[in-house]
């Protein structure tokens, strides 16, 4: 069965910070784009970020830039997002999601597979 599946989501306070993990299963991991985006109550959902199965490029919204890392471990068929410096504006859904390429993107372009989402709450 394919698989995404998000944790480490949670309330934090302004200013700090939040792990998000995007577990894997069901298909070959290495071989897609892992990106995440994120929608927040009565708005559009954004890309927040991508990396590039082919070579390990990162990309970042210019609104998370400087504060969210995106890592993978192929050995754990894991996609992480290190979240610092949390703003309340940064309060949404995440959402893991497998595509073909980031394209120079902040989000996965020729989506496979989607995660059901992870709420973050960043209260001030």
């Known amino acids: 069965e394919v698989q995404l599946v998000e944790s480490g989501g949670g309330l934090v306070q302004a200013g700090g910070s939040l792990r998000l993990s995007c577990a894997a299963a069901?298909?070959?991991?290495?071989?897609?784009?892992i990106g995440w985006f994120r929608q927040a109550p009565g708005k559009e959902r954004e890309g927040v970020s991508c990396?590039?199965?082919?070579?390990?490029?990162?990309y970042y919204a210019d609104s998370v830039k400087g504060r969210f890392t995106i890592s993978s471990d192929n050995a754990k068929n894991t996609v992480y997002l290190q979240m610092n410096s949390l703003k309340p504006e940064d309060t949404a859904v995440y959402y893991c999601?497998?595509?073909?390429?980031?394209?120079?993107?902040?989000?996965?372009?020729?989506?496979?597979?989607w995660g059901k989402g992870i709420l973050v709450t960043v209260s001030s």
């Open positions: 990396i590039s199965s082919s070579d390990g490029s990162t």
């Open positions: 069901g298909f070959s991991f290495d071989a897609y784009a």
């Open positions: 999601a497998a595509g073909y390429d980031c394209y120079d993107r902040p989000h996965p372009y020729g989506i496979n597979y």
